[in-house]
């Protein structure tokens, strides 16, 4: 009986190492490669190469670029208070990985031993998408904190600027989620991405709700202080932002937090209006005849894909529009953005009560 | 200005009649015309716009870059760019210098450095041939000054676009790289 529990235990305690392990490599592995990809894809967009010298098509360039930031100077501006200061770009970065581990990357259904109904996801939780509003916007308290542990004018302000944007644009993106979830009828993410899923055509929320997933998106780019929404970083006018005074990994380490919060709002969005890891059942089926780790495979192929595709996304918009000023910015969130999002749960309401198919 | 409306000063006034007098510059008329002009409500949403904007980025996307590989792709010059120095010879394959250091008192870089010593007795019309002839490469500012400067024409400049080495040793070109070149 003793040693049934025990292996029982060892079993679960085994499993969540190996997926605790499997999410954060995934992060750190998917992170050097936005940061290369968002090097590529800027210079096309600018007609120029990129990086194409470290490695085939400059693959290790951001390897090349970790090494260098280890061996640079270890800086402490003066006056600083260095447990914020530390903490800052370790905040930054966390945030990422954890939302990252909320979030359904697949479905093996043959898989009985992992429970939850063969989802592959580190934490699958009821509450998911909560878990997900909650965790995400924790990312700005390290860059708040950075910003103000540098004890410099420049860094304040982006510390600032990055509060009152996130302060603004969490509205936006609970009220679009809010009316999302006033259709789907739960929080669980696995549930909304299976609902997603389509007999021929894709059911994808993206085609029945463009308005909340235009909300939803807009809010996204604010929240992960990601152009045309990142003024805590405004080169032209604060310098570096938060991080004018960070050297080496520490910088590294916001880099490496901002390109982790973008991967993880890319990944929630795939999953709440993309359908995660779900094709429609007619390209889909013929998957029951084989293993289950062949389903698991191809559900997390299909799911990084889709990721993927919205992180270009993301690169295209930054590197097509300009930043907003600051005042544009607070009037397009609370003056137009939040009218906006509570006309769309009124219309969902109204869609709801007259078109029962809009219902999930 | 409508007429119930008091003059305040003098001056402003006259200044009014000055602005009605005198034409607006056409830039900043063409810039009131623009603003006056009421948006349609396809261009005040933005959402057309912005997405025109993202298919022009596209379309850049998707063209062949401008740039080339600098060190291993050449940019094509024309015939009469000023590239590396060359040592000319003559018709019987001697090299025509015969170290009188105008080149290296015109250069404004002081880039090349002679040093002279007594010719072959059967190389006959001249007394002196450089021993040494260097030009520093990464001092050069390709003037041309030594071309304009040299009597004998055995210096020119060549439309080879000027290589890029490792070392700085590499950059200084000696006699018989700039015979060959």
Not at chain 1, 167 to 182: F, G, K, N, R, T
Not at chain 2, 47 to 60: A, T
Not at chain 2, 104 to 132: L, N, Q, S
Not at chain 2, 138 to 146: D, E, P, T
Request: aromatic content about 12%; some cysteine.
């Amino acid at each position: 009986m003793i040693s049934q529990l025990l292996e029982i235990l060892q079993m679960s305690i085994v499993l969540v190492a190996i997926k605790m392990v499997v999410a954060v490599g995934v992060v750190l592995g998917a992170v050097p490669m936005l940061v290369w990809m968002e090097r590529k894809v800027s210079a096309r967009f600018q007609r120029r190469v990129g990086p194409n010298r470290v490695g085939p098509f400059g693959l290790l360039q951001s390897a090349a670029d970790a090494l260098k930031l280890m061996w640079k100077e270890d800086f402490f501006p003066n006056n600083t208070d260095r447990i914020v200061f530390l903490a800052g770009p370790l905040l930054t970065f966390l945030p990422g990985v954890i939302a990252f581990g909320m979030i359904p990357v697949g479905r093996a259904s043959g898989a009985h031993f992992l429970g939850q109904g063969g989802v592959l996801a580190v934490s699958y939780l009821q509450m998911g998408l909560l878990g997900l509003l909650a965790v995400s916007s924790l990312a700005s308290y390290g860059i708040a904190f950075g910003g103000w542990a540098s004890n410099n004018q420049y860094s304040l302000l982006g510390g600032i600027r990055s509060s009152a944007q996130l302060i603004s644009y969490e509205i936006v993106m609970v009220l679009s989620v809010l009316a999302l979830v006033m259709t789907t009828g739960t929080f669980n993410l696995a549930d909304i991405a299976q609902q997603q899923q389509g007999n021929v055509l894709p059911a994808w929320n993206l085609f029945t709700r463009p308005l909340t997933f235009l909300l939803f998106l807009i809010a996204a780019f604010a929240e992960t202080n990601r152009a045309p929404f990142d003024l805590p970083e405004a080169e032209q006018e604060l310098v570096g932002g938060y991080h004018t005074e960070y050297t080496g990994m520490r910088y590294a380490w916001f880099m490496l937090g901002e390109y982790a919060g973008m991967w993880a709002m890319c990944s929630i969005i795939t999953t709440l209006f993309l359908g995660g890891w779900t094709l429609p059942h007619a390209w889909i089926d013929w998957i029951g005849a084989y293993p289950w780790y062949f389903e698991a495979l191809v559900s997390f192929g299909v799911f990084i894909a889709k990721v993927v595709a919205m992180v270009f996304f993301f690169m295209w918009v930054r590197w097509t529009f300009p930043r907003f000023r600051w005042d544009q910015l607070m009037k397009l969130g609370w003056k137009t953005l939040i009218p906006i999002a509570i006309v769309n749960i009124l219309l969902t309401a109204v869609a709801m009560e007259f078109g029962g198919w809009y219902v999930r | 200005m409508s007429a119930d409306m008091t003059p305040q000063t003098p001056q402003t006034e006259t200044a009014t009649e000055a602005a009605i007098e005198t034409p607006a510059p056409r830039l900043l008329t063409r810039t009131v015309l623009k603003t006056s002009q009421k948006m349609s409500w396809v261009t005040r949403i933005y959402l057309p716009m912005l997405l025109k904007g993202l298919m022009i980025s596209l379309r850049e996307f998707f063209r062949k870059p401008v740039t080339f590989n600098y060190p291993e792709q050449r940019p094509k010059v024309s015939e009469r760019f000023r590239g590396e120095h060359r040592l000319t010879k003559d018709d019987e394959g001697k090299m025509k210098c015969v170290a009188c250091y105008m080149c290296a008192t015109a250069c404004p870089a002081h880039c090349i450095t002679i040093e002279a010593e007594a010719a072959p007795p059967e190389w006959d019309g001249r007394d002196k041939i450089p021993r040494v002839f260097e030009i520093d490469m990464l001092k050069c500012i390709y003037c041309g000054y030594c071309v304009e400067a040299c009597p004998k024409e055995a210096i020119e400049m060549t439309n080879k676009v000027p290589q890029v080495y490792q070392t700085r040793q590499e950059f200084i070109y000696d006699r018989e790289k700039l015979l060959a070149n």
